[in-house]
Nanobody
Framework: QLAESGGGSVQAGGSLRLSCTCT????????MAWYRRAPGEERDLVADIDNDEIATYADSVKGRFTISRDNAKNTIYLQMNNLKPEDTAVYYC?????????WGQGTQVTVSS
């Protein structure tokens, strides 16, 4: 149902743009979200966005990450700027804050110092 892409390895200060395509109509879900799981940690909410394109962010990414959605393409995006080593994680998308879709494979983001 969900397919994430766009991850990679970058140096600190670099940028990446993640994409997540859903096989279902995302406008049926009030909020879509990005999550991440760092090694040895639980999956945490990074950012979410509603159908009015009002977004919220975890404190750790405010001012650096931007979430957006394109309902016509059933796709959400995460623009990540000024990446830090602590952003290293597998990034996933899903509905938010409640989970209604099967998790995808995620996309690995690795930031080196």
């Amino acid at each position: 149902q969900l397919a994430e892409s766009g991850g990679g390895s970058v140096q600190a200060g670099g940028s990446l743009r993640l994409s997540c395509t859903c096989t279902r109509y995302i406008n049926r879900f009030k909020r879509m979200a990005w999550y991440r799981r760092a090694p040895g940690e639980e999956r945490d909410l990074v950012a979410d966005i509603d159908n009015d394109e009002i977004a919220t962010y975890a404190d750790s990414v405010k001012g650096r990450f931007t979430i957006s959605r394109d309902n016509a393409k059933n796709t959400i995006y995460l623009q990540m700027n000024n990446l830090k080593p602590e952003d290293t994680a597998v990034y996933y998308c899903n509905t938010g804050p409640s989970i209604f879709l099967n998790w995808g494979q995620g996309t690995q983001v690795t930031v080196s110092s």
